[in-house]
């Protein structure tokens, strides 16, 4: 933890302590001015208490993680962001309460009231609350995780993040997109990067009344791949025919890469069947 990070802590902890000691009953000999006892006062005393000690439990224990991961205090993965989530989530319900404190309503008596609306209020937002639980349920899962490429539904893209509401994805277009939770968490998921896909076809077919041959086919297929060959597996480079028919040839290249990297697999597969159409017009 940075030098700033440990300050703030200290700080922290230090109000908290000092709101503690000034909480309402904790020193009975010792008495506050009048206006701290008012409603609006010390309701925000009360979320002060609260949200401090949400927040220093989180910054703690997601401290506590990195170093036993030996991560960097910047580094961000599914737990990260998950304490995050609920950190924020704690946050916002603690805000409420504390506006509701404002109007001198006890917090006993606003949980009553509260579930008299439960019902409403979760059929009202049934969306929201849904995209919040799967968020969290979301953040915490091993299936997919921050830098992941995955395909969700019919989006692919590399995860750029997993927030309260939205799972955020970045496309081989340079396309943000972002994905409710709740649709995401009820999708189909493909997780590229975990399941380490690095093998590839290419299938095309040629007309038979073409006079490209498959040495030919061959050359170019290896001229191709001698541009990319950092990215590929030695000798996985195959190209094969599948098929026969009275019209046409069928076709297929296979190849490995020696990472896992759709983006560039698609772009070698993108450059194969370019150039395999300029041999074949040049033939026709």
């Not at 991560?71 to 599914?78: A, E, I, P, T």
């Not at 498959?214 to 191709?224: A, C, G, I, Q």
Request: hydrophobic share 45%; net charge positive; charged share 25%.
């Amino acid at each position: 933890m940075a030098n700033m990070e440990i300050l703030k802590f200290i700080f922290k902890i230090s109000l908290l302590i000092i709101l503690l000691i000034s909480k309402e009953g904790v020193l009975d000999t010792f008495r506050l001015p009048e206006v701290f006892y008012t409603p609006v006062i010390k309701s925000m005393h009360q979320f002060l208490i609260f949200w401090l000690s949400v927040n220093l439990i989180v910054r703690f224990n997601q401290f506590v993680y990195r170093k036993r991961k030996k991560l960097g205090h910047k580094y961000s993965d599914n737990v990260i962001v998950g304490l995050q989530n609920i950190y924020y989530l704690l946050t916002t319900l603690a805000i409420i309460v504390m506006i509701v404190g404002f109007f001198g309503i006890e917090f006993s008596k606003f949980l009553t009231a509260l579930s008299i609306v439960a019902a409403a209020i979760a059929i009202i937002s049934k969306d929201l609350v849904s995209d919040i639980l799967t968020g969290i349920l979301l953040s915490f899962s091993k299936d997919i995780a921050l830098g992941d490429y995955v395909r969700i539904g019919d989006y692919k893209g590399r995860v750029m993040g997993i927030n309260i509401y939205k799972i955020i994805l970045h496309n081989e277009d340079d396309d943000i997109i972002y994905i409710p939770n709740s649709k995401a968490y009820f999708s189909d998921i493909v997780n590229y990067t975990q399941k380490e896909i690095r093998k590839y076809n290419v299938e095309f077919s040629i007309p038979t009344d073409n006079d490209v041959t498959l040495e030919e086919l061959k050359r170019t297929m290896d001229k191709t791949f001698l541009e990319y060959k950092n990215y590929l597996d030695p000798g996985s480079e195959k190209l094969k025919i599948t098929g026969i028919n009275k019209d046409d040839f069928r076709y297929k290249i296979q190849f490995k890469l020696n990472q896992v990297n759709p983006k560039i697999a698609e772009e070698i597969k993108s450059r194969i069947l370019t150039e395999i159409l300029k041999k074949i017009q040049l033939m026709s």
